[in-house]
C-alpha cells in the first residue's frame, strides 16, 4: 500500500498519480479520513487516560475512607464514554483503511503516460520473425492436426478455458518448465522453491490481491485461495520478518499452476490456450533494498529475456503505461513474443517492481548496517516464463510446411529428439 505519511508531505502527487492511472482523484478523501481516525484515537487516548487518573484517585479515596460516590459516578461515565469512543475509532480506521488499501502503487516517472496499452513504449527487439514460405497456423491448429491437444474434452468435464495436451506436446509443455528453471537457477542465481497453491486471505492481500481482485481468485470453501501466479507465495516467504541487510537480494523462482477465473475477460481469446483458467508459469520474486531496487528490476528483465533468446524466438521489450501497469506496480516492463499464427507480438512476461508497495502490506523489513534501522524492502516480481504461452511460441514460430515442429536446439537434449509429429507418421 502506499505510504499515507508520503501523501500527507506530498500534496497533489497521489491525485496526479491516479489521474494518469485513469482514477478518479481521491487524496483529499483520503486525507479527510485519516485525520478523522486520528481525531477519533487522540480523543480516545485522553480518555483512557482520564480514567485511568480517575482509577488512581478512586483507590486512593478508598483506602483513606473518604467518600467515593462521585468517583465511582464519573468512571462509569468515562467507561461508557470511552465503549463508545473504541467504537467510532474502529470505524474510522476501518474506513481509512478500506480506502487505503484499495489505492494503487503511485507509477514512476519513468513510465510513459496513457489510458492504456497503445501508450507502452517499446525499448528493444530480439531477432527478426521468420519469414514463411506458406501460411502459419496457430497453435490449437497445430495442436489438432497433430492429435495432441483436445479443448472439447477438455471443456466437457471443467468448462470452457481448459486443455488436456497429450503425447509430445505434453512432454514440450514439461521440459519447457524444466528448461527455465534450470537456467535460472543455475545460471541467474535463483533458488527453486516448492510453493503452497493455496493461500489464506493475509497472504493474498501482502502482494495486492486482495481485497480489490477477489473477482479474479478462485476462492475455496475454507476462506482461502488458489495462486494466480507463484508471485504470492514466494513474495509472502517473509512476511512479518525483519532481513539483514547482507542477506539482500533473495531470489526466488518457482514452477506452479496458476489459477485464474479471468473475470475480466469475458470474450477475449476465447480459442486456444492463450487465456485459460489453469496454467503453467515459471515466476522470479526478488527481495532487495532500496537503493538496488532498479538495477535489480533491470537484472530481472534480462533473466526473463534470455529464457527467449536460448530458444531462439522474436520479441520485443515494452515499457508500460501509466494506464496499463498492474495495481502493486511502481514500473513494470512486459516481454510480447512474437506469433506468427496471429501475426502480432503477445505477452509472455511482465516483470515489475512494486517498491514499499508490498512489504508496507506484509510487514517485511531489513535493518540496516550502517543505522542499525528498520526500513522497508523492495520487492520485485516476473514471469520467466508463462510456459504455456512459451509452448505456443515454439509449436508456432518453429512449425514446417507439413504441419510438424522442430524442437529448439537448446531443449534437443531435454527433450531426446529434434521434431514431433504427427503420432502416425
Known amino acids: 500500500m502506499i505510504d499515507i505519511n508520503f501523501v500527507r508531505r506530498n500534496p497533489g502527487i497521489l491525485d496526479e498519480a491516479l489521474k494518469n492511472r485513469n482514477k478518479q482523484p481521491i487524496e483529499s478523501e483520503l486525507l479527510r479520513l485519516d485525520e478523522s481516525a486520528r481525531c477519533f484515537q487522540t480523543r480516545l487516548q485522553k480518555i483512557q487516560e482520564e480514567r485511568n487518573a480517575n482509577s488512581l484517585d478512586f483507590g486512593?479515596?478508598?483506602?483513606?475512607?473518604?467518600?467515593?460516590?462521585?468517583?465511582?459516578?464519573?468512571?462509569?461515565?468515562?467507561?461508557?464514554?470511552m465503549m463508545k469512543l473504541v467504537t467510532e475509532t474502529n470505524n474510522a480506521k476501518s474506513e481509512f483503511l478500506e480506502l487505503l488499501y484499495a489505492i494503487p502503487n503511485i507509477p514512476s516517472s519513468e513510465c510513459p503516460i496513457g489510458i492504456d496499452e497503445t501508450s507502452n513504449l517499446e525499448i528493444r527487439k530480439f531477432k527478426t520473425p521468420r519469414t514463411f514460405d506458406f501460411t502459419p497456423l496457430e497453435h490449437h491448429e497445430l495442436g489438432l492436426k497433430l492429435d495432441m491437444m483436445d479443448f472439447s474434452r477438455a471443456a466437457r468435464i471443467a468448462g470452457s478455458r481448459f486443455v488436456f495436451l497429450f503425447s509430445d506436446i505434453a512432454k514440450l509443455e514439461r521440459v519447457l518448465a524444466q528448461f527455465m528453471?534450470?537456467?535460472?537457477?543455475?545460471?541467474?542465481?535463483?533458488t527453486e522453491v516448492y510453493v503452497p497453491l493455496i493461500l489464506n486471505k493475509d497472504a493474498m492481500f501482502g502482494v495486492?490481491?486482495?481485497?480489490?481482485?477477489?473477482?479474479?481468485?478462485?476462492?475455496?470453501?475454507?476462506?482461502?485461495?488458489?495462486?494466480?501466479?507463484?508471485?504470492?507465495?514466494?513474495?509472502?516467504?517473509?512476511?512479518?520478518?525483519?532481513?539483514?541487510?547482507?542477506?539482500?537480494?533473495?531470489?526466488?523462482?518457482?514452477?506452479?499452476?496458476?489459477?485464474?477465473?479471468?473475470?475480466?475477460?469475458?470474450?477475449?481469446?476465447?480459442?486456444?490456450?492463450?487465456?485459460?483458467?489453469?496454467?503453467?508459469?515459471?515466476?522470479?520474486?526478488?527481495?532487495?533494498?532500496?537503493?538496488?531496487?532498479?538495477?535489480?528490476?533491470?537484472?530481472?528483465?534480462?533473466?526473463?529475456?534470455?529464457?527467449?533468446?536460448?530458444?531462439?524466438?522474436?520479441?520485443?521489450?515494452?515499457?508500460?503505461?501509466?494506464?496499463?501497469?498492474?495495481?502493486?506496480?511502481?514500473?513494470?516492463?512486459?516481454?510480447?513474443?512474437?506469433?506468427?499464427?496471429?501475426?502480432?507480438?503477445?505477452?509472455?512476461?511482465?516483470?515489475?517492481?512494486?517498491?514499499?508497495?508490498?512489504?508496507?502490506?506484509?510487514?517485511?523489513?531489513?535493518?540496516k548496517k550502517l543505522t542499525g534501522k528498520n526500513e522497508f524492502v523492495h520487492t520485485l516480481n516476473g514471469s520467466g516464463l508463462a510456459v504455456g504461452r512459451c509452448l505456443i511460441a515454439v509449436m508456432e514460430n518453429y512449425q514446417q510446411k507439413d504441419g510438424s515442429i522442430e524442437i529448439p536446439s537448446a531443449l534437443i537434449s531435454y527433450f531426446g529428439k529434434d521434431r514431433i509429429s504427427a503420432k502416425n507418421s
Open 181 to 190: 528453471l534450470d537456467v535460472h537457477t543455475k545460471e541467474n542465481g535463483y
Open 60 to 81: 486512593k479515596a478508598k483506602s483513606d475512607g473518604l467518600n467515593t460516590s462521585h468517583l465511582q459516578i464519573k468512571m462509569e461515565m468515562l467507561k461508557k464514554e
Open 208 to 367: 495486492g490481491q486482495l481485497p480489490k481482485f477477489e473477482e479474479d481468485l478462485f476462492k475455496t470453501t475454507v476462506n482461502s485461495y488458489l495462486i494466480s501466479t507463484a508471485e504470492a507465495p514466494l513474495t509472502n516467504i517473509h512476511n512479518n520478518e525483519i532481513l539483514n541487510e547482507s542477506d539482500l537480494p533473495l531470489r526466488y523462482t518457482a514452477y506452479t499452476p496458476c489459477f485464474r477465473s479471468e473475470a475480466g475477460a469475458a470474450g477475449k481469446d476465447t480459442v486456444g490456450m492463450l487465456r485459460q483458467h489453469q496454467f503453467g508459469k515459471v515466476e522470479l520474486v526478488s527481495i532487495t533494498t532500496p537503493s538496488e531496487s532498479k538495477t535489480e528490476h533491470d537484472r530481472m528483465l534480462e533473466c526473463a529475456e534470455s529464457i527467449l533468446k536460448k530458444l531462439d524466438l522474436p520479441f520485443r521489450t515494452v515499457v508500460l503505461s501509466t494506464g496499463d501497469m498492474g495495481f502493486s506496480s511502481e514500473k513494470t516492463y512486459d516481454i510480447e513474443v512474437w506469433l506468427p499464427g496471429q501475426d502480432k507480438y503477445r505477452e509472455i512476461s511482465s516483470c515489475s517492481q512494486c517498491n514499499a508497495f508490498q512489504a508496507r502490506r506484509m510487514n517485511t523489513k531489513f535493518k
